[in-house]
């Protein structure tokens, strides 16, 4: 019944909705005409721009993006004489009337395009939070929910020769079906938060590709390319990597796929030496370059192995939060700054909390030699049982994997971060892992779990998800939520499975500048403690093959309200939010040199 139920809201929620059209991968290189910029909004929180009183979809809202002109007709709202907002960004940064809001805001672009020849166009957004209504000249052409992975949709047709107008409805409202649902340690930060633009393509174009390494292989390169559009099949698609003198000409199946696989010797890719290739994938058509990476990732026993030797992955874990106090990240200056501290701490490795990141920090870290842990915001309490919320978290992860399955630096996949053990969380998770693998069968597919008192000072990690991880990761606060510092002294780590144990949280608050005594909350002498006798912790562990200390830097959070302390800040960072270095970073500083040199 259930099955039913769920095909039956699938269709109909197809039928109400166009669905978004297949991701276009690699953006930056393609012609494109950028949205981004100013764009006129109305806040809206009672969604009067979308229902009428009884609650139904209006026949003509807001997304018709009427001016007044006939004084005489009554119309409530006119985007050109409201204010602005400025693209990409989130909203809560921008006017303080939205610093807390959780709610509808109403997006209005107009813009004039010249409309080329035998081409087409697809609306592409980086990424909206949580879930956007689009309008393309007066019409609803789709919606799309989830608040950190790309989205587009063609509108061949629908562009029109001058004056355009693009609307989008964007209600960052927190759900319990949601991924992530209502709760979550982290600013709700909504809007239309990456790059909007027009992407531009001929009739058929290639609209896909992975190009990689064979699995497990260093002299092989394998790779496929996917093209879109009515001549797909009698298209012919050249792969070129000009250094390595490769260049094949390929031609597609029927569904417009074409495979290659060839003997290569690549330069590998290393945190040390993070060597990229220019790779060209064109057709008579168009030419699409992107700049990848090669190299190999397996675990064998305890061991994580990039390019056949053992590794350490010497990371810290981030949230997509500019520095300074801004909000969201979303310029290529604030990925670099945060990826700067990262390498400064002498990081070779970096988790991207707790969601898909920007894809330029994903670039951005692959060329400064930081390996990469990327995670889909599967986030404590999910609804396990709720068909709809899997096919969320399902695109979600899909839409992560399609996107930057050519970054040599992403390491592992991860599917979740401390959700309670349950029957139907384990099922919802095994299905989520199998995706994965079935789409990237190289990377590594983690998870931060929870860990375990096996008795007093013995500790473990005993989820039954582990069975389908490669690699045990989990969050431990030994000496901030559990004891005080002087518990890490005592405390000792066992695992059943001959895996590589990554411990992807630990640490504690620390106010920049506060001192006090070493058992005095959030100052920073407990903080450095804390690292201190945390490290020596971890030293004991005989498998251990990476961490990502929680956090970089302070970040908002709701759920942060120490007033003089916190004031809506997490404070577990190991630079305050104004970039300034609080002590345990440079005891994290010291550890990952002593690494360095072994
Ligand atoms: C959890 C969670 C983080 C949170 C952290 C904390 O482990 O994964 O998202 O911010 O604890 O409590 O600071």
Known sequence: MKTFLFLLLQCFSGFIFAQVTPQIINIEGRHTF?????WKSIIDPFENGYYDYRRQPLNSGYGADKDVVDKSILQEYNFSTDKSLMVPGDWNTQRAEFYYYEGTVWYRKRFDYQIKPETRQFLYFGAVNYEAIVFVNGKEIGKHEGGFTPFNFEVTGLLKKGENSVVVKVDNKRRIDGVPTLNSDWWNYGGITRNVCIVETPKTYVRDYYIQLKKGETNKVVGWAQLDGNSSKNKIITVEIPELKFKQQLHPDSSGVARFESVLKPKLWTPENPKLYTVKIYTTDEAVVDEIGFRTIATKGTQILLN???IFCRGISIHEEAPFGKGRA?????????????????CNFVRLAHYPHNEQMVRIAERMGLMVWSEIPVYWTIQWSNPATYLNAE??????????????NIIIWSIANETPRSTERLNFLTKLAAKARSMDSVRLIGAAMEKEEIKPGLMTVDDELGNVLDIISFNQYVGWYDGLPAKCDSVNWVFSATKPVII????????Y????????????????????????????IPSLAGTTPWILKDFRSPRRQLSGIQDDYNRKGLLSEKGEKKRSFFVLQKWYEELKEK
């Open 330 to 346: 979303c310029t290529i200056e604030d990925d670099l700054q945060l990826l700067t501290w990262a390498k400064e701490l002498g």
């Open 34 to 38: 950028s949205l981004d910029g100013e």
């Open 513 to 540: 500048n506060l001192r006090g005594g070493k058992t005095d909350r959030f100052t920073e002498d407990y903080q450095e403690d804390l690292y201190i006798r945390s490290i020596n912790m971890l030293k004991r």
């Open 308 to 310: 056949g030797k053992p």
């Open 395 to 408: 695109n979600q992860l899909s839409d992560m994997i399609t996107r930057d399955k050519n970054r040599a």
């Open 504 to 511: 992807s949280e630990f640490g504690g608050g620390a106010l």
